[in-house]
């Protein structure tokens, strides 16, 4: 998640305005780059000349309006800190003293019930006392209660009579009582304490992430500037300025953690019994009651939109219907089950069909780009590379074109553009405006991580699915062997069809380019690495370690294994794999074993082979190549291999392998419009500063349909030469 939507979520809605203003920072670093560090560049033509002397003018510059604008952000926070402090802590005051009139009253009620003695006028006298303390707080803390109504379930029952500053945003403390009611029991003024400690634990602890939050902002605009400018302000801008505020001092921050421990401290002599543990354990959990609501009411009403908006069962969904139907409806015939035609033999059956080897495969390459992803080692790598591009137009496009088919290989040609797309933005936010480069570029990347969805079998579903029916499963050097000169070849044309039909200017563009990250490789980014070359390597020689590993799918059970165990990756990691696509996966895995066994396969694959003739297995490529083309291209790449990879296998028993590949091959370059592919409909959705889209459905259909064509003509050829160079 960016920091700026981490802040916006984090945040109290009533101090919104109150922390770093980090989205307008942002944009002042945008201006800076593009006024100050890239105008005078861009002028020159020697590099090397550009990052001597003239650099130190440039950075300094640079902060004299870049520093100010931090120090106005810094006052404004600090300012604000100073008013909500001095606001809880007169509150922790209060409710201490509150507190100690409480513990005397119940002291001196205990010893009256033990002795039975006198008369009421004691326990009235004390009673009413401790009204007249409970009123001067109510009375004293009246200004501090907002008009904002405040959700929290344990403040519902107070009611202020006191308005907000409209200046000055109020902290929604639980709303006092007013002189109209009044605690009449001990037991009342216990639950009335209550409730007082826990607003207070929460408004102390938003405090708390108040100061973190901004710290945390401060130090990423800080990072960010840095990596902009070529500077080093964040150090000393951080150890100076910013340390040296009041509520960044160590010492601010323990003075707020005594405050919250005394409001624990108060609230276990309430509610249990002077134990802390239980005491910091039910306040997190008002805490986290409370940030749930506060925070997850939109997010909640958007979800519920979503949901209601979708008018179709999801294609997931689907897929579960397979075992459902294929069970219920008696579709595997008695030999299939050994004679035994039972709802229980079937439902084995078809449970195990779809538990594949092949799917374990799919969960292993999750794992690894998972990996990659998360501790950014595909990003880092990405970066060497995109950093060595240059300036010139057609050099950048075909270097980014790559990254994007090699991201592809290991992280997926899902995650491979959204990789690539941000490592592009500093060259998309310096071009001129309406530059067809910017839309050149990004289509680029969309159409280039299509692509690299046939490098590698776990660069796409459609591949898992492939190997499915390829009998026997290849091998990853007899894929490599045909996909990467494939990917190499398909690349090299597109870039040349998107030079032909956005003409890119070397002389008229300047291009900012991808600074080399600083970062150093950490021990995890190398583990990362070592278990991901271990993995690919024991999938490249599977074939000659079949009688020990047996398959492919027990292999990947090293990287999970590997991550997992570490902890490297978490249990929020494995939830966050594409679950949608392992389920649509075993449930076409669950279908083919159904069509097949059942015979209905069989008899599709008759009638195709009676009305395709004595067509010859090029042939039979290119004419169920194109329909997987067309299909591929209007629906899901990976439904569309679902459908027809299981004919395919049927069609030519003696090349079936070449037949199945290359359909599958084929699927991954059908990108003619945006619906084609997750590249495409991310690309299309890609947004300048202003809100405008880059994109259209006109540059697919002028550079995707052609592009598509391309690629099948090169797997109709050099793929086809290939497969059949290695036998199939």
């Not at 507190?99 to 002795?115: C, G, H, M, W």
């Not at 070359?533 to 999938?539: Q, R, S």
């Not at 359909?663 to 003619?672: D, K, N, P, R, T």
């Amino acid at each position: 998640m960016k920091f700026s939507h981490s802040l916006q979520f984090n945040s109290v809605p009533d101090w919104a305005d109150r922390y770093i203003a980090y989205s307008n920072l942002k944009k002042l670093v945008y201006q800076i780059e593009r006024d100050i560090i890239v105008a005078p560049t861009s002028q020159a033509n020697d590099v090397e000349a550009i990052e001597e002397s003239p650099l130190l003018d440039l950075k300094s510059r640079a902060n004299a309006i870049f520093i100010p604008a931090l120090d106005k952000e810094l006052t404004k926070i600090n300012v604000f800190y100073l008013s909500k402090e001095d606001e809880l802590f007169k509150e922790v005051t209060a409710l201490i003293q509150d507190f100690a009139v409480f513990e005397n009253l119940e002291d001196s009620l205990s010893i009256r019930s033990n002795s039975h003695s006198r008369s009421n006028s004691f326990s009235l006298s004390r009673s009413h006392q401790s009204h007249q303390s409970f009123d001067g707080i109510s009375r004293h803390n009246s200004k501090a209660s907002g008009s904002r109504h405040h959700r929290l379930s344990t403040s519902e029952s107070y009611i202020s009579n006191a308005s907000s500053d409209e200046d000055e945003p109020s902290t929604p403390i639980a709303k006092r009582q007013s002189v109209l009611w009044r605690p009449s029991t001990i037991e009342e003024q216990r639950i009335h304490l209550k409730k007082r400690t826990i607003d207070l634990f929460v408004w102390l602890s938003e405090l708390k992430s108040f100061v973190v939050l901004n710290r945390t902002g401060f130090s990423k605009i800080l990072k960010k500037y840095d990596k902009i400018t070529n500077g080093d302000l964040k150090t000393s801008y951080l150890n100076g300025a910013v340390n040296d505020t009041y509520l960044f001092k160590a010492s601010t921050l323990k003075n707020l953690e005594d405050q919250i421990l005394k409001i624990r401290e108060i609230y276990a002599n309430i509610c249990t019994n002077a134990d802390m543990d239980a005491a910091t354990r039910e306040l997190k959990t008002h805490l986290r009651e409370f940030i749930v609501w506060e925070r997850n009411t939109v997010w909640r009403d958007i979800i519920g939109l979503e949901r209601k908006s979708q008018a179709v069962i999801p294609i997931f969904v689907t897929s579960l219907l397979v075992p459902l139907l294929v069970v219920c409806l008696r579709v595997l015939p008695s030999d299939v089950l050994h004679l035994d035609n039972s709802a229980s033999k079937a439902a084995h059956h078809i449970f195990s069909a779809m538990f594949s080897p092949v799917i374990m495969l799919l969960l292993g390459g999750f794992a690894i780009a998972g990996a990659l992803s998360k501790y950014h080692v595909a990003k880092m790598m990405a970066t060497v590379v995109l950093a060595k591009a240059g300036t010139r137009p057609s050099n950048v496009l075909l270097v980014s074109m790559f990254v994007a088919t090699f991201s592809s290989m290991w992280i997926s040609n899902v995650a491979a553009p959204v990789l690539c797309l941000s490592l592009i933005q500093p060259i998309l936010r310096n071009l001129p405006q309406n530059s067809s480069f910017g839309r050149c570029l990004i289509l680029g990347i969309a159409l280039a991580s299509n692509v690299g969805g046939m490098a590698s079998p776990i660069s796409s579903p459609q591949n898992i699915i492939a190997i499915e029916y390829m009998n026997p499963s290849p091998n990853w050097i007899s894929w490599f062997f045909i996909a990467i000169p494939l990917c190499f070849i398909v690349n090299i044309l597109i870039w040349l069809l998107l030079l032909f039909n956005y003409k890119p200017s070397g002389d008229s563009l300047s291009i900012h380019p991808i600074r080399l990250t600083k970062d150093p490789w950490s021990e995890t980014q190398i583990f990362v690495i070592v278990i991901t070359v271990i993995t690919i390597a024991l999938w490249c020689v599977e074939k000659q370690l079949e009688d020990f590993f047996g398959d492919m799918g027990v292999i990947a059970i090293i990287p999970l294994v590997a991550f997992f165990g570490t902890g490297i990756l978490t249990k929020e990691d494995f939830n966050n794999f594409l679950w949608t696509v392992i389920i649509l996966a075993m449930g076409g895995i669950a279908l083919g074993a159904a069509v097949r066994d059942s015979g209905l396969l069989h008899t599709i694959a008759q009638s195709v082979k009676e009305m395709s003739g004595d067509l010859t297995v090029w042939q039979i490529l290119v004419l169920f190549g194109s329909l997987v083309l067309v299909m591929a291209t209007f629906i899901s790449h990976t439904v569309a291999a679902l459908i027809i990879l299981p004919i395919v296998a049927q069609l030519n028993e003696q090349h079936s392998n070449l037949l199945v590949m290359g359909s599958a091959l084929i699927c991954s370059i059908a990108m003619g419009l945006p619906v084609s592919g997750f590249p495409n409909m991310n690309a299309i959705m890609m947004e300048d500063e202003m809100g405008v889209r880059y994109l259209n459905t006109i540059d697919f259909i002028k550079s995707g349909i052609p592009g598509s064509f391309l690629g099948l003509m090169s797997i109709a050829t050099v793929g086809y030469l290939l497969m059949s160079l290695i036998g199939y």
